[in-house]
Nanobody
């Protein structure tokens, strides 16, 4: 049984930092892509940071414009644990953060619709 579980969320002050972790278990194949998403109340899910090409020689990282220079995505060598270092937090970063992985692509892009996702961890940032 595959599972993804996030941790590290909580309540934080603006300007502060935190690190989210995502532990994967039960997967037999390496992912093509791993990533972090977030969803704020009343809003749709947003892509935050992506590792594209985990199963290739060179991994490309993609960041949403609203986190560039503030958030850093990383993973361990076994692809079992992924991290999101979040610095210079803003109140607008408040959201449910979830991790996902997929080994499918559609037209060369990560196909998250065929992937797996964790339940999420809540991050609340106050000013």
């Amino acid at each position: 049984q595959v599972q993804m579980m996030e941790s590290g969320g909580g309540s934080f002050l603006a300007g502060g930092s935190l690190r989210l972790s995502c532990v994967s278990s039960g997967f037999k194949e390496p992912p093509a892509c791993m990533g972090w998403f977030r969803q704020a109340p009343g809003k749709g899910r947003e892509e935050v940071a992506i590792l594209d090409g985990v199963d290739e020689i060179r991994i490309k990282t993609h960041y949403a414009d609203f986190v560039k220079g503030r958030f850093t995505i990383s993973k361990d060598a076994a692809n079992d644990t992924m991290y999101l270092q979040m610095d210079s937090l803003k109140p607008e970063d408040t959201a449910m953060y979830s991790c996902a992985r997929t080994n499918r692509r559609l037209y060369g892009r990560c196909n998250w619709g065929y992937g797996d996702r964790g339940q999420g961890t809540q991050v609340t940032v106050s000013s």
